[in-house]
Structure formats: structure tokens, C-alpha cells
């Protein structure tokens, strides 16, 4: 009999080391850090395209970006922060796409120009050189 009691005496100290061992791994498992660099990341990307315009030529994805910014915000909110990750990162390419649209409508409008300007240039030329096009 005593070495019955022995052995639950000693089982306590290992049941209690299990028993806080699986309370500390369940608090650290519980909610993920916020993902500050993808929110950042994301906000530095709608305010770039936000200074190129972009709301002017490309505010569809510019909304989604803003839109997008602001469910991973709630997420954040909710706790949910996987979800709050990928809404961040969903906003940023929306905000990279943008700049991006921008940049192409803008360089498309300056080759249209350039375009204009150098059959403008030529047609003076011929008048000037009494050549008829």
C-alpha cells in the first residue's frame, strides 16, 4: 500500500508539469499578433497611388484598396488575424495595380502627345519645304 501512494505522490508533479505545459502552449496558440507590416504596407501603397493620381485613373482598384484596407482593419478588430493578413495584402497589390494603371494611362497620354506633336511637326516641315504629303 505504500508504494501505491508512492507512486501517485510522484504522478502529481509530472500531471501538473503536462497539465501547465499544455495551459501555456494553448495561450500561445491563441491569437496571432496583429500584422502591423502588412497594414502599413498596405496603407503606404494606397497613399502612393493616392499622390499619383490614381483616383482619377484608376479609382476602381484604388477603392478595392481602400475597401480592402479597411475589412482587414475590422478583422484586426475581431481578433481574426489571418483573415485581417490576407485582407492587407489583398490592399496593397489593389494599390500597387493602381499606381500601375496610372502610370500607364499617364505614359500612354504623353506618347499620344508626342505622337500629335511630332505629325504636327512634320506637316510644318513639309509646308516649309513646299513638299505636299
Request: aromatic share 2%; proline share 5%; with cysteine.
Amino acid at each position: 500500500m505504500n508504494s501505491i501512494l508512492q507512486a501517485r505522490e510522484g504522478s502529481l508533479p509530472r500531471a501538473a508539469v503536462v497539465l501547465g505545459s499544455v495551459l501555456l502552449l494553448g495561450a500561445c496558440a491563441s491569437t496571432p499578433p496583429a500584422p502591423t507590416a502588412s497594414l502599413q504596407a498596405a496603407q503606404r501603397a494606397i497613399a502612393t497611388a493616392e499622390g499619383a493620381e490614381a483616383g482619377r485613373y484608376a479609382p476602381g482598384e484604388l477603392a478595392e484598396a481602400r475597401t480592402g484596407l479597411a475589412s482587414a482593419d475590422r478583422a484586426v478588430s475581431e481578433q481574426r488575424m489571418m483573415m485581417a493578413a490576407q485582407f492587407a495584402e489583398e490592399s496593397r497589390v489593389e494599390a500597387e495595380l493602381a499606381s500601375a494603371r496610372t502610370a500607364a494611362v499617364k505614359a500612354r497620354d504623353v506618347n499620344d502627345e508626342m505622337t500629335h506633336s511630332t505629325s504636327t511637326l512634320i506637316e510644318e516641315m513639309q509646308r516649309s519645304s513646299g513638299v505636299k504629303p
